[in-house]
């Protein structure tokens, strides 16, 4: 069982930039690809971002692409969302997710593990 936990969300101005991070505990961490998701209020939560096991082929939605970066470091633990040129169109809670599966996947039901998520504002 892996257990995931998300921070680093906040209220930031349009044009900013965050970082949020998520610890996961629990399972070894370099066995799952990596997700962040996103869920604005109304909408269906959606694909953001996500790495592969060894930190490789990172895959982004059109929407963040040359905006956001995903990172991980398998010796912490940890996988990252940088997120830069904020618009209002990005706020939503924030998640992160685990994939125990050999391909990486771009859609909800394929992950095992969610966060409980992290709220990002961005304000215009």
């Known amino acids: 069982q892996v257990q995931l936990v998300e921070s680093g969300g906040r209220l930031v101005q349009a044009g900013g930039s965050l970082r949020l991070s998520c610890a996961a505990s629990g399972g070894t961490f370099r066995d799952y690809h990596m997700g962040w998701f996103r869920q604005a209020p109304g909408k269906e939560r959606e694909f953001v971002a996500t790495?592969?096991?060894?930190?490789?082929?990172?895959v982004y939605a059109d929407s963040v692409k040359g905006r956001f970066t995903i990172s991980r470091d398998n010796a912490k633990n940890t996988v990252y969302l940088q997120m830069s040129g904020l618009k209002p169109e990005d706020t939503a809670v924030y998640y992160c997710a685990a994939r125990g599966a050999i391909r990486i996947a771009t859609t909800v039901r394929d992950y095992d593990y969610w966060g409980q998520g992290t709220q990002v504002t961005i304000s215009s």
């Open positions: 790495i592969s096991w060894g930190g490789g082929t990172p």
